[in-house]
């Protein structure tokens, strides 16, 4: 699977070269995109539900001699983390899915299936 910065960057590169006339992609490559998006957006949501399952346990065992505040912490960082991403990726998405309408209603009121 792509890394979330490759493809984020991928996702504003396609979405920047579709408003360009003259750099129109086919409506495939835009919807390959669109579902790897959605497809890793699946992905970080399940390990944003994880790190909080996680959390959960060790906020139950803190300070117990497993579980120590930087544990906490560092737990609490990364569903942070994941959560700006996932809300960078389903911005991206969104404008990506409003790309790909435009390009089929165009696609089609050209009479082009690409």
Avoid: C, N
């Avoid at 590169?13 to 998006?37: C, I, Q, Y």
Wanted: proline fraction near 2%.
């Amino acid at each position: 699977m792509t890394d979330h910065h490759t493809l984020v960057h991928e996702l504003g590169t396609l979405l920047d070269a579709h408003k360009r006339a003259e750099d129109r992609l086919p409506v495939a490559r835009l919807e390959h995109a669109l579902t790897s998006g959605y497809a890793h957006a699946l992905a970080l949501e399940a390990e944003r539900w994880r790190l909080e399952q996680r959390l959960g346990e060790a906020a139950k065992q803190l300070g117990s001699d497993h579980v120590g505040p930087d544990e906490v912490a560092a737990l609490a960082e990364r569903i942070s983390s994941a959560e700006s991403d996932l809300t960078r990726l389903r911005g991206l998405l969104a404008a990506l899915r409003e790309r790909v309408r435009a390009a089929r209603a165009a696609a089609f009121a050209t009479g082009s299936s690409a």
